[in-house]
Every structure is written in structure tokens, then in C-alpha cells.
């Protein structure tokens, strides 16, 4: 049993193609992790950097806390299930599994009780004396099973290995690779191009394309909560449809036209975690809808629950236990008159057959419909997805991290959903002179904009505001676990995340601050705080003698020709992942502000610590942070000093946490730890 950790993983080919790009994870003991996703999109050369048959071009990869990038793949204690099998065909079933103990020289006693408890587990006792040859798929694959278990490793690596089965015992192996896993207790980590696979099987799953991670997360909630419209298409048999759309909020409804002329409207209470920036009727969304969450419809269907939409239909899948209507959207008309939500409805209706805007109906086994049928489709609301057309990215997360609403700018205050708060001096700087009233006019109306408020910038318990609590629900993650809230403030709908256990309950009237160095409002040039520092430099070494006169190294990392002493473990952490290569590479070093404790500078030079001086304060209230010149490049980090005081152009010393240092290869533009 084993955890792993996957930290800025790469693999680049010729210096260039990148085949993984900055893989990320965390797999937990025990835990039956699937990587899914199209052909060549990095999930096997990723398995294989796992176990050892790829070098890992950059980062760093631990078992059970120990880096392993340099240890050979026989010295990981992995097993690993390949999509041929890989047995050998001139020995029995027994030799095929007893191979890998022999070469250890495990004792002939334990040998047998090993192979034959595999056997026995997998059901394939009875084949122990044949060869390959005589075994089908579905037995072969048991057997490398089989050869796997013998070893008793801390991680079984599994590669496509179902592939080469027919559908029928696929399902079935499908079946026996999970008990295999509850019963063995072991960490699996499955490499498969089926979705169905994936779903049916993993604990988590990894959704890779084109070397990238696009999304880690349970199989409900990469169904029910695609991070993209990647991810929407490729999970979920039949597939998620797809139709261009707008978005327009008017009052508590929003109204969602379809490109393709029907429109649906929605209670905004359903519609609730989508960014409200979209809900502006300009702003070209993509709305997903999944077979499960549409039905035939049926009178006396609540209409605010259901939308009713007309299907033409194109085909039909009668599948037994159900059957599937695929139709496009919109009512065929015979006088080829332009086709829209209804034959009446001509003026800026669209063919649905040209935009291709197909929907999907789930229906029970004895519903009728034929080509060229007109049928009524009901959509679920509750169910729809959104997806912003340009990022692809979704804008109805299942963890909302931002509050977009109106909001008002002058005399010194920003106001929004009712509340009003003083900006602090970092902010009143920006806006002080655009709120001016001018000596010949009377003072002017509060500037309108748009508050952009990040939910963990919403901070719940202290400060002017007032909120009503009407909804709690927890998130345990990789890392953390975090509480959100949905709140009522002055009649809008707002998000906030804690990194906490729920502290307040439903119903609940609790008063909320702002982290003003998180907001923006781009029309008042209120933007939020830098929240990565960046340093160019290189990884040094320098000659000396230790106390007995040996010549030994002393390791720097250097920060715009500053050198600092390099904390020993981040130094094995870069030398494990680059090699000596990396005192060659063109490196920056990224870094948070709160990374940072500023100190007066001392007299004698501190090779500890960076040199800096302080070029502005920014007061934000809760927090003064400093502008800091650092050889022409400005860091930015908390300071005790005051607004007023003379802090400014003080000389100053920066000692840098390196254990929240990102270092890049600037060159190849790759993260190495």
C-alpha cells in the first residue's frame, strides 16, 4: 500500500514536443485512480514515468514520501498490467507468475503459496499447468493479473489492459479488477481511452488532452460538474449536446435564447452558480444538455422545473431497456418557410439541420416516434450546463469562486447589493481623483461598474456588511477542506468559501468584511493585489574549504545577481529533478507575498536574506503590504509599517520561505519544482 505524490511532472521529446504538461497529484493510499482521455493525450507516458520506463523530464515524483525519479523501475516495488499481457508463451501458467519471486529468490515454499493464493483469487487454478496459448483473452489476462499479486506491491499500474477483449468481457473484467482492488487493499492507477471504463471503476479520475490535466475528481462530479466543455463531450454515454446561446437576467428569471431561435426560461434560483456577468443577453455562451436530464414530454409537467421544447425528429436507437430520439430543435415546415421554436416565428428563425442543433431525448422503451416526427422534448433546469463559448471554460461551477454585481465608486466608498463600505488608502489613491466634484457642477452621481468579488474574499463573521445564510455545503478535496456559503445580500445572490468546517447555519444573520486586495473594479482602475512575486536568476555554486581544509561547494540560488543560500532540501528537490543540468538553465523563482518577512536591513551582508528597499506602501486596511525594489524588479509583501511614517525608500531585508518557491526553467518553460 502506498500514496504517491506528483509534483510539476513533465515529459518532453527532442527538447520540444511536450507530451505531459505540469502534471499535478495527489493520490492517497489505497485510492483506484483511472487516467482517461483520447489517444495521445499523455495518460500512458505519465502511467510509465510512474513506474519508471520514461525519465521524467522535470519534477518530482514521491512513494510513500520518498523521491523515486532516480530509482530503477525493480526497486519501486511497482506492478505493472500491460495491454498485451506480456507473458511468456514457453512457460505455464505457474512459471508465468512464479517468474518474478524466482529471479528475487524467494524461497520455492513461498513461491507456491504466493502463486496459488493469485490463483485462487482470480479463478484460474485450473489453468495453472497451461501455456498462453491455450488460454483465452480473458484467462491471459488473469494470469498477468495473477503475476502482478504474487509480488505484493505498493502500487499496481494498469495499462489499457482490457483493450484487447470483446464488450462482454470487458464488463465482466471490469467487474473483477474492482473486487480484485477492495479485496487487496492495494493503490491502482488505470490507464484507459474508455469513458465507461473509467466511470464505472475509478475512485477519482484524471481527464487528460494534449498532455494536459483538464480536470481530477470523482465520477459524479465529472459528470454532474464538467470543468469544461472537454470534459462535458467526453464523459457520459450518449453524449452531452451542445447549442450557442445568450443568457439575459430580468428580475428573478433568466431568459435563455437559444442561437437557433427557441427560447427557455429559467428561475434564477437554478441558475444561481452561474457568473452573472453572462446573464447580460450579449455576453455568447454554450449551453449543455445531457440525454438523462431530457424526457418526452408529458402534460401537466411543472414549467417551471421543465422546458418544453419541439423536436423534429432524425433518428431513432430502440436499445430495449430504452430509447434514444435524436432530433433537432424546432418544428419541420413543409412550405420551407424558415424553421425557429414555431412555424410562426419566421423572422430570424434558422434551419436546425444547418446549425446543427441536435438534441437528445432519454425515453422509456415503448415510446414511439419516427424520422420527420414532430415531438416535445422536456429539458431539466435544474440540470443545464454553461459554458463561456470563447474559454470553453464553465461558468456554472460546482465550487462558485467568484461574485460578480453592479456596484458604485465615490466619495471614498464602494457600494454594492445595499452595503457600503470606506476603501482603504491602497484604493482611495485610485479613485480619489475620478470622484472629485467638480467646483462648477453638483456633485456627481456615484460612477456605475462591475465588482468583481472572489468568494474567498468575502470574509464572513466581522466588518459592516450583513448577510443571511441560506444554504451550506462542504467540500473535502485533495488538500483541504472547505465550507460554502450562499448568501442573501440586499436581495442578490453571493458566494463565500471558507477553508474551515461550516461555522454558521442556515438562517443565520451574520456581518461579512471584503479583502479589498482581491477585488477589481476595471472602470475604476481597482484592480486586485499581485499575488505571485517573480525573480530571474540561476542556481549557483561557489568553491570552498571546509573547516578541515577540504574543498567542498557551497550552493545559491541567485535573485537578479543576489545570492541566497539555498535550503537543503529544496537543493535535492532541483538537483533530483534537473541533474547537474540545472546549473546551467536560465531560472525564475515565483513566489507568494505572504512568502516574504521583511526585516530592517543589517549591516553585515546576509547571504540568508535578499536586499531590497521599500518604494511604496500599500494599506489595505487589514493588511499594508510594500512595494519592494529588488535589482529593478518589484516584490510585493506584507509590512508592518504604517501609511505616513517614513517607510517609504527604507532599506530593507527579504527572506524568502523556500519552501513556497516555484522555480521555472525559463527556457524550456517548464515548472521544476
Partial sequence: MASLSLKHIYKVYDGTTKAVND??????????????GPSGCGKST???????????????????????????????NIAMVFQNYALYPHMTVYENMAFALKTAKVPKDVIHQKVTEAARILGITEYLARKPKALSGGQRQRVALGRAIVRSPKVFLLDEPLSNLDAKLRGAMRAEITRLH?????TFIYVTHDQVEAMTMGSRIVVMKGGFVQQIDTPKN?????????????????????HPATLKKEGNTVRIKLDSGPEMTADYATLNRAQTRYMDGAHPVILGVRPDDVVPWREGMDPTAWAKLPLTVTVVEALGGETLVYGHIGVAVPDESPIGAAAEDTEAGKDPAATGDTLIIKAPADFEAHSGDTVYAAVNLAKLHLFDRETEASIKPRVPTENVC?????????????????LPPALTEKTSQEDAPSSQTAPPKAPEGELSLPAEALLLGTGMGRAKVEETEIFDGDTRLRTLYRLTVGGMTLFALESAPPRYRVGDSVPFDLDFSRIAVESHGITPLRVENTLDGR???????????RKTYRFYLDMEDQPVAVAEELREKLFSCKGTAILRALLSYRFPP???????????PDKTALMGRVT???????????????????????????TGESHENAAVSLTIDQTKLTVVDREADIVIV
Fill in 182 to 186: 477492495e479485496r487487496l487493499g492495494t
Fill in 594 to 604: 505572504d512568502a516574504v518577512t521583511v526585516s530592517p536591513r543589517q549591516k553585515e
Fill in 406 to 422: 453592479p456596484c458604485a465608486v465615490a466619495d471614498g466608498h464602494l457600494a454594492f447589493a445595499g452595503q457600503r463600505f470606506p
Fill in 539 to 549: 542556481f549557483t555554486k561557489e568553491k570552498e574549504l571546509d573547516d578541515k581544509g
Fill in 23 to 36: 502534471f499535478n497529484m495527489e493520490i492517497r493510499d489505497k485510492e483506484f485512480i483511472v487516467f482517461v
Fill in 222 to 242: 465529472l459528470y454532474n460538474h464538467p470543468a469544461n466543455l472537454f470534459v462535458a463531450g467526453f464523459m457520459g454515454t450518449p453524449p452531452m449536446s451542445f
Fill in 46 to 76: 505519465t502511467l510509465r514515468m510512474i513506474a519508471g520506463l520514461e525519465d521524467i523530464s522535470a519534477g518530482e515524483l514521491r512513494i510513500d514520501g520518498d523521491i523515486v525519479n532516480d530509482v530503477e523501475p525493480g526497486d519501486r
Fill in 616 to 642: 511604496r506602501l500599500l494599506d489595505y486596511g487589514r493588511i499594508t503590504y510594500a512595494a519592494i525594489d529588488v535589482g529593478g524588479k518589484t516584490v510585493i509583501a506584507p509590512y508592518d509599517g504604517k
